[in-house]
């Protein structure tokens, strides 16, 4: 079992920054790939920014790319995202995934977390 715990949400005025954190538990956190999604109200839940597990890649959604920043602390459980120039659209509940090594290639991820509301203010 894995848990994962966001937080860093919260209140921002557009164009401001604000750092979400994703802890988790276990042993084996840096064999995960760990990524971010997010869901605005009425809308499915949308994938944002991934990792790989020694974080030498990454990989962003165009809505996003050039603004947030997605970073990871194996020694610490602990994966980021920096959100720079928000805007009104990034308003949104967002999630911590993780996917475990299987041996094969998938988009699935096996462990979510809580979510943590991010509102942006015009």
């Known amino acids: 079992q894995v848990k994962l715990v966001e937080s860093g949400g919260g209140l921002v005025q557009a164009g401001g920054s604000l750092r979400l954190s994703c802890a988790a538990s276990?042993?084996?956190?840096?064999?995960?790939?760990m990524a971010w999604f997010r869901q605005a109200p009425g809308k499915d839940r949308e994938f944002v920014c991934r990792?790989?597990?020694?974080?030498?890649?990454?990989n962003y959604a165009d809505s996003v790319k050039g603004r947030f920043t997605i970073s990871r602390d194996n020694a610490k459980n602990t994966v980021y995202l920096q959100m720079n120039s928000l805007k009104s659209d990034d308003t949104a509940v967002y999630y911590c995934?993780?996917?475990?090594?299987?041996?094969?290639?998938?988009?699935?991820?096996?462990?979510w977390g809580q979510g943590t509301q991010v509102t942006v203010s015009s």
């Open positions: 276990g042993r084996t956190f840096s064999t995960y790939t």
């Open positions: 990792i790989s597990s020694s974080g030498g890649t990454t």
């Open positions: 995934a993780a996917r475990v090594p299987k041996g094969s290639f998938t988009t699935q991820y096996d462990y």
